[in-house]
């Protein structure tokens, strides 16, 4: 069966596992359980993936050097971390090996660097250490002179949080998998051996499922069990965006010193040629609410001027904000239910994209513990996804691109018109943003959009005459 006919006939056959949400980590297990055989669906209620907590976040593969020891996120950062390391060129992702540089600024925080560093051997990162003070200004020679000491952390990199997620799930649906956007779900009750989910677009029956809502995991869970083990407790956290010239004034991940309630405000070059800093952290009730507020963007620039004075000198082109879940505990939420065919994943907050291929593979031994099917033997290319970072060959340099469409991000026609195709085609406006950076750079899309509305007519639900 082809995507496009699963709507009409999904109600009609019994999957082996349905997947409720389309962020990073419902596309990573959705694709591992693909590989073991399984007959799998993906489901969400937004039109395209990473429509919630994971489409915003500081790109960033974690080691999990600062992990709290012995925890379930530790575990599925470390294994999630070697298997990118491993798979990244196969898919065609970028993996930019920029290390990190954890700062203090003055004596209090200075003392706690023998407990971050032996906690980060404790974690099995044993190549972080304490720098020597002439080595900090070398390495990154436009940070403040007010600098007390450093603790390098080589292992810490960059990544295309988009590309990433995409890349898994077309390797899943090479595979068979079927991803249904659009696909709220209301109702679900579990009949003995197999699950009856209603959703916005009919009955699916599956064997088992998945929650992987993220920030309506709990909710989700509340219809489908009952009372959860944990409450979401949506934490925002916003982002400045500089200009492209601001790039040049760190190679490196400059983190700060952690509190006991915030990894704290984080300075760092993305592989899409701009500088990020952020994210703040404010709780909040409303689990939709991406709005930016003023002061709150004013404290993080005066954090990341800080850091780097020269950033007084460069312009913020963008700004935004993301929602993680947050829980009352400080771990992930990952719980099984044998006796329900049900396990929950829950609680998976900035470090999700590190931890998304670990937490793929704990998901799937305990789900197949209990089902019984084989790995796939079927002899499938790993699909490739485009190259939309600065570190790999964009398609601007390629002939026979189109010309280019975008001018601040360089996104040729070619890159459009492959995005609105295909089995995983875009839908909406901010999908495709993600998947090409078109509209993303200096001018917000003010020069390009036109043209864009007219190649993308009836291909986005709301058109870009009535999204922007």
Known sequence: MTISDANHSSSQQIYDILVIGAGVVGCAVTRKLAMEGAHVALVDKEADILGGASKANSAILHTGFDAPLGSVEQA???????????????????????????????????????????????????????????????????????????ILVPGESLVDPWSTPLAYLRHAVALGA?????????????????????TSQGELQ???????AGLYGDILHDWLIGEPEFRIKPRKGQFLVYDKPA???????????PTKTTKGIVVCPTVFGNLLVGPSAEEQDSRDDTSVDKNVLERIKSVGQSVLPQLRQHDVTAVYAGIRPATQFNDYQIHMNENLQYICIGGIRSTGLSAALGIAQLATEKLFKCLSVSPSTEKVVWPTVPSISEF?????????????????????????????????????????KRRTRATMGRCQ????????????????????????
Request: proline share 3%.
């Open 178 to 198: 079927q991803f249904l956007s659009e696909c709220k779900v209301v109702l679900g009750r579990f009949e003995g051996e197999y699950w009856r989910v209603s």
């Open 392 to 432: 790999g060959e964009r398609d601007w340099t390629l002939a026979g691109n189109g010309g280019i469409i975008c001018h601040c991000e360089l996104v040729t026609r070619r890159e459009i018109l492959n995005a609105l195709e295909g089995p995983l085609a875009v839908k909406s406006l901010e999908g495709l």
């Open 445 to 468: 899309g003010f020069y390009c959009s036109a043209e864009l509305s007219e190649m993308t007519a009836n291909h986005l639900h709301p058109s870009m005459t009535c999204a922007r």
């Open 247 to 257: 790039f040049s004034l760190t190679n490196t991940i400059l983190l700060p010193v």
């Open 206 to 212: 599956a064997r088992y499922l998945v929650n992987c």
């Open 76 to 150: 599925c950062i470390a294994a999630g971390y070697q298997e990118f390391c491993e798979i990244h060129q196969r898919y065609n992702l970028p993996l930019v090996r920029s290390g990190a540089m954890v700062i203090a600024w003055n004596d209090a925080q200075l003392s706690q660097f023998d407990a971050i560093v032996s906690k980060a051997h404790a974690n099995g990162v044993e190549d972080v250490c304490v720098m020597d003070i002439a080595d900090i200004s070398t390495r990154v020679p436009a940070l403040a002179k007010n600098v007390k000491g450093a």
